[in-house]
Nanobody, 126 residues
Framework: QVQLVESGGGLVQSGGSLKLSCTAS????????IGWFRQAPGKQREGVAC?????????????DYADSVKGRFTMSRDNAKKMAYLQMNDLKPEDTAVYFC??????????????WGQGTQVTVSS
């Protein structure tokens, strides 16, 4: 059964940085899309960044970013290590949320992604 485990969340001041990691197991990551999503209190879950499946160990496929994080967040994946990462720079209080990684055959809307991790809390203080 697909398993995803996020790590790296925490408390950071506005303007700071964090790097999230997602460890994938029990499936071949290269054959699947993997994405980062977030949910702030009282808000719907939203997409942050998503990478469609890539051939073999190629980690250079295109990545789609939400407009709100473009230029600040960078997603990467390492299919051989079965890892995905989200480097978050210049964090803002509005980035505060629980961050999830999720996987499916293709990048999809949050409600359509099939497999999810448990999430990691990111809190940005002003």
């Amino acid at each position: 059964q697909v398993q995803l485990v996020e790590s790296g969340g925490g408390l950071v001041q506005s303007g700071g940085s964090l790097k999230l990691s997602c460890t994938a197991s029990r499936f071949t990551l290269a054959h699947y899309a993997i994405g980062w999503f977030r949910q702030a209190p009282g808000k719907q879950r939203e997409g942050v960044a998503c990478s469609d499946s890539s051939d073999g160990d190629s980690n250079d496929g295109p990545i789609d970013y939400a407009d709100s994080v473009k230029g600040r967040f960078t997603m990467s994946r390492d299919n051989a290590k079965k890892m995905a990462y989200l480097q978050m720079n210049d964090l803002k209080p509005e980035d505060t949320a629980v961050y999830f990684c999720a996987t499916d055959i293709n990048c999809r809307a949050p409600e359509d992604m099939g497999y999810w991790g448990q999430g990691t809390q990111v809190t940005v203080s002003s």
